[in-house]
């Protein structure tokens, strides 16, 4: 799916890339398809996912692609293992909407140089738990199905909305929090609970208060890129 339909989503992350980074993460990076084009425009990389299955397709797509800029690290969005301003670019695409954003935010935030930037694609919904709902989810993706068949044609279209309405993409939110109850350093149980995926407004409002100045922008119904620039000192 995201071979198909992310290159608009990673093209408006990629823009969003200060001039002069050095080093940038990729945080939630999946397989590692984002993580291989900034590879090829910064001179380190690192990739950071939960799940060690999405971590190994990602290092075989390093492997085939020959980046030797990477670095992949398993650890979790709310628990990041980094030091301090470790990174000059930030960039998260459709990864944070099921972490607790009030833990991810200041997390990623805390990550930034100074005159650095971080740069977010958030899914959004107005009616967040209908999205849990499979018979919800197949009339959602209705609407997205006449795109699908004007860009890409029937059959993959078909198999698109087969992909977004199966039970296994349903259950990905609930495995982001039986992967967290495995990591023997997340003590606090709160934090352990994938959270729904936010409306627009609770988003806008949360990004407002926990990154001061950023801008947000409604790319689609059902997403908003958030761009924030640390402070120079």
Not at 33 to 45: I, K, N
Not at 91 to 104: C, E
């Amino acid at each position: 799916m995201a071979r198909t339909t992310a290159g608009v989503r990673y093209d408006l992350l990629l823009n969003l890339m200060p001039q002069g980074t050095d080093r940038a993460l990729d945080a939630g990076c999946g397989t590692g398809l984002l993580t291989m084009h900034l590879a090829r425009r910064v001179r380190q990389v690192v990739g950071l996912d939960i799940s060690r299955s999405m971590i190994a397709v990602a290092k075989k797509h390093q492997l085939e692609q020959e980046h030797h800029n990477i670095t992949f690290v398993f650890a979790d969005l709310e628990a990041l293992p980094f030091a301090e301003h470790s990174f000059d670019f930030v960039v998260a695409a459709s990864s944070v909407q099921r972490t607790h954003l009030n833990v991810t935010l200041l997390g990623l935030r805390r990550l930034v140089r100074p005159g650095g930037r971080l740069a977010l694609y958030v899914n959004v919904s107005s009616f967040p738990r209908l999205r849990d709902w499979w018979l919800a989810r197949v009339l959602m993706t209705i609407p997205g199905a006449f795109g699908y068949l004007k860009s890409y044609g029937f059959r993959t279209m078909w198999r698109l909305i087969r992909f977004q309405t199966s039970r296994a993409w349903l259950q990905q939110g609930n495995d982001v929090e039986f992967l967290r109850a495995r990591r023997e350093e997340v003590r606090d149980r709160a934090l352990v609970s994938a959270s729904p995926v936010p409306t627009p407004a609770t988003f806008r409002e949360m990004c407002q208060r926990l990154l001061p100045g950023c801008r947000l922008e409604r790319t689609y119904r059902w997403a908003m890129i958030v761009v924030w620039e640390a402070p120079k000192r």
